[in-house]
């Protein structure tokens, strides 16, 4: 029985860890919206299983780069401008990053109840077998 109540921990810390990874890349982004030259982050997840209690987890599989185009405006006047008179801004929408942090945090917060629910069962069963 233990091991039921330490797999559903073990794959709601597995999602907690993720989504933690994937709102530190939104928070990046989102700081980073004016920056000239940033590439967004993207966080992609995959499965995985753990080999000693079977149950499927998620981990970040890699960060990367978003590969759009930077954002171009026309400022002859501006230290970074190309001969053309553009500067090259980041490729980051501040709208989409804030969605992606609330996504985020919405799943962390899911995660984090069932770890609390499961957690909580456990200590009611000692609670029963010590009686």
């Given at each position: 029985?233990?091991?039921?109540?330490?797999?559903?921990?073990?794959?709601?810390?597995?999602?907690?860890?993720?989504?933690?990874?994937?709102?530190?890349?939104?928070?990046?982004?989102?700081?980073?919206?004016?920056?000239?030259g940033?590439?967004?982050?993207?966080?992609?997840?995959?499965?995985?299983?753990?080999r000693?209690?079977?149950?499927?987890?998620?981990?970040?599989?890699r960060?990367?780069?978003?590969?759009?185009?930077?954002?171009?405006?026309?400022?002859?006047?501006?230290?970074?401008?190309?001969?053309?008179?553009?500067?090259?801004?980041?490729n980051v929408n501040?709208?989409?990053?804030?969605?992606?942090?609330?996504?985020?945090?919405?799943?962390?917060?899911?995660?984090?109840?069932?770890?609390?629910?499961?957690?909580?069962?456990?200590?009611?069963?000692?609670?029963?077998?010590?009686?």
């Open positions: 029985m233990q091991d039921d109540f330490s797999s559903i921990m073990t794959v709601s810390a597995s999602g907690m860890r993720a989504q933690g990874k994937r709102l530190k890349a939104a928070a990046e982004n989102l700081a980073n919206v004016d920056s000239p940033f590439r967004r982050k993207q966080v992609y997840f995959r499965d995985q299983v753990d000693a209690s079977g149950a499927a987890m998620v981990e970040v599989s960060i990367s780069r978003d590969p759009t185009p930077l954002r171009e405006a026309y400022e002859p006047g501006h230290p970074l401008a190309n001969d053309d008179g553009y500067v090259t801004y980041s501040a709208i989409i990053e804030m969605m992606d942090m609330k996504e985020a945090e919405r799943s962390f917060s899911a995660g984090l109840r069932t770890f609390d629910q499961a957690r909580d069962m456990f200590m009611r069963t000692l609670d029963l077998l010590r009686r």
